[in-house]
């Protein structure tokens, strides 16, 4: 059944996919400026792009401009309110001017999806990059508080042991002093060991070894009554790396592993019913891989309330 057109609205909390009986939302922070997709992924140029005619009007512009998202997704799922990444946060200092010192409602959305801050149980980090630990905290008297109090924060070991050992520039110190310590010096923060066949936190949750983007990367796998979603993280930031997954990102620790997950995950996706949620796909956000050409395509799989944003004028 098709819910009638919604007037074009900001409202996250309408914005769901059905995985079995879990309802996965996506929780909207900003799109990210068209520079984004030239310094991120820089092998995408325009000409790559626009030669994918199917990323379009969705993933990419006209002209071949990626188009880039912050989101993160949260469901219920064995009896646990959870939350996967928590995004760039409110009144960061950050060196990237798109991500410095940001007023967004996202707490809000989240309130609004049904996720109060108090009400979550698990907030998965599916890395340590400042894109995905922001929310972790909030600021309150001029400190630096766990934005959910209640909830345990789940990251790899192997990706916090590869910060504690990294020779950090100053941003990233920052980042690390205003959105992980806090949540650590709470008591917070749960290391979890991956192994290669995943590891299960909750029935139907399932943390996958997706190294390379950072060495501890996980994915997040999600199944009920037979079906089953994955989102991504940043072992893909963009639909374009399913036709190119020799195309890596600027920030990848180790590129050739990054690339050898990217196709060993498409390859594994390829003409299953998983819905793929991407952590930095725009709208429809979701969909599920085919093969195309000499690589995979995505079939994009719209949410089951509210309508894509493409177009909206703030690309
Ligand atoms: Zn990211």
Request: include cysteine.
């Amino acid at each position: 059944m098709r819910t009638p057109p919604l007037k074009e609205s900001n409202d996250a909390a309408t914005v769901s996919w059905a995985v079995g009986d879990i309802t996965v939302h996506r929780i909207d922070e900003i799109p990210l400026p068209p520079a984004t997709g030239p310094w991120l992924l820089p092998d995408a140029t325009p000409d790559v792009v626009t030669r994918q005619n199917w990323l379009r009007p969705h993933f990419a512009d006209d002209r071949g401009v990626l188009r880039i998202d912050s989101h993160g997704f949260a469901f219920s799922v064995g009896g646990l309110r959870v939350l996967v990444d928590t995004g760039i946060g409110n009144g960061k200092t950050r060196a990237n001017p798109a991500w410095h010192d940001l007023r967004t409602d996202y707490l809000a959305r989240l309130s609004g999806a049904g996720f109060s801050p108090e009400s979550v149980d698990l907030v998965v980090l599916t890395h340590l990059h400042t894109d995905h630990v922001g929310w972790n905290t909030r600021e309150e008297q001029g400190a630096w508080v766990p934005t959910f109090p209640r909830a345990r924060y789940v990251a790899s070991r192997v990706e916090r042991e590869f910060w504690a050992g990294y020779d950090m520039d100053e941003p990233r110190r920052q980042m690390f002093r205003d959105s992980v310590h806090p949540v650590e010096d709470a008591g917070l923060l749960d290391l979890v060991d991956v192994p290669a066949e995943g590891a299960e936190v909750a029935p139907g949750l399932r943390l996958l070894p997706t190294p390379g983007h950072t060495p501890g990367h996980i994915a997040v796998q999600l199944s009920s009554h037979g079906e089953t979603a994955l989102i991504t993280g940043d072992c893909v930031h963009h639909p374009v790396q399913f036709a190119h997954p020799a195309i890596g990102s600027c920030v990848d620790i180790d590129p050739e592993q990054a690339e050898a997950t990217r196709r060993s995950l498409f390859d594994a996706l390829a003409g299953t019913d998983t819905l793929v949620l991407g952590t930095h796909f725009p709208p429809p956000t979701a969909g599920r891989v085919v093969g195309h050409e000499d690589g995979h395509r995505l079939i994009p799989v719209p949410p089951v309330h509210g309508l894509p944003r493409a177009g909206q004028g703030v690309r």
